[in-house]
């Protein structure tokens, strides 16, 4: 949603406020960082992430300092950003980057219903790792009251986005620089076992 | 250095306030978050950054509000995070991640002095495309004025780094759960040139 906080003062013509264009960005990335301030200094700490309908959701060990802090309720300030190449102008100044981010501004709500809190669990990591939740035991009593679940609202969230090819100036168009973009991607390798992982093949999820 | 803020109040052994540690993960990562707080409303923006010596540097539009509020030298916390792997224990709880990230509590000190502003803007743009500098026209004094560049001391810096395989619990150890970790990594693709290039081959920093 547009609001005087999600409006960015530069570059608007990239900012976008439909789920069309913020939720692919949301599932695409596997960590956001948490701002949020106390007594006028900002904090973040960088967490993973999952998103559901309208809301994203984090978890967090209940001793955490972050995770006490923010659960209270005050206003944070969620950011994503993947990165998809470097843009080379023929101009230093014109160099830039295609990205997609998105800024999320909203309250921590405490997720207190047992069912949706085990429930958000399996979203995070079956996000981080699709068909991982299904091949575990189950989760148990002592581990859940160990453990906060957060949720946050979408509704002041907006998406950042630059594509294509570098925007030179006139004078510089004909100048002999090489001018292009660099793609960037995040890859994920070959899994390596552990040493307690005694004779496990690898399941058909992570191959 | 150690002090009350960048002391974390969980797994405190996984911290470092050593400049072996630090600068690395700096001088690896491209982007940062920086954060900051405007009447208890905290805002963060994904940027480029650079460092050099104790310092790390960021740039930006004499316009823009972000860049505006910051150097006004209020608290700003920047963070970078690295992914090295995903960490697949044999329970869900123990789950994590194998990161290297830093955390800085700092204030904005502009650069003034044209010489170091020129030269931090050569260092931010190297330090995304190792050689570009040298290879571009001179940036231009209309340019310049454009342009804000801010640095920030590393003194209240920390890093925190997770490595190495999952951490079973005594009891989970024999269950038949596959374990092990799943390395990321970012990768640079093969450049891709723009209309205006106009047969300019791909010089030897970007091969």
């Known amino acids: 949603m547009q609001t005087p906080r999600t409006t960015p003062s530069r570059l608007a013509k990239r900012a976008h406020y439909d789920a ?4 692919p960005i949301l599932d695409e990335a596997l960590f956001c960082t948490v701002s949020f301030a106390v007594d006028g200094q900002p904090m973040a700490i960088p967490t993973a992430l999952a ?12 001793g955490s ?6 659960e209270k309720g005050g206003p944070v300030c969620i950011t994503v950003m993947l990165t998809d190449a470097l ?3 023929k101009s230093a100044f014109h160099h830039s980057v295609n990205y997609r981010s998105v800024v999320i501004f909203a309250n921590a709500e405490k997720v207190t219903d047992e069912t949706e809190r085990m429930n958000v669990l399996a979203l995070i990591t079956d996000h981080l790792i699709p068909g991982r ?10 581990e ?5 679940v ?10 950042k986005v630059r594509t294509g090819p570098p925007s030179d100036d006139p004078e510089d168009e004909d100048l002999p620089t090489w001018a292009g973009i660099i793609p960037m991607q995040t890859v994920r390798l070959a899994p390596i076992p ?3 992982n005694t004779g496990t093949l690898l399941p058909d999820y992570l191959q």
Do not use: C
Request: charged share 25%; glycine share 4%; no cysteine.
């Open 20 to 23: 069309e264009t913020i939720h």
């Open 51 to 62: 998103r559901q309908g309208d809301k994203v959701y984090i978890h967090g060990s209940v």
């Open 65 to 70: 300092h972050f995770i006490r802090e923010i």
């Open 87 to 89: 843009v080379l102008a």
């Open 133 to 142: 939740w299904d091949d575990l035991r189950p989760t148990t009593d002592s």
């Open 144 to 148: 859940m009251r160990k453990t906060t």
């Open 150 to 159: 957060l949720s946050f609202s979408l509704a002041e969230a907006s998406a």
């Open 194 to 196: 552990a040493d307690n």
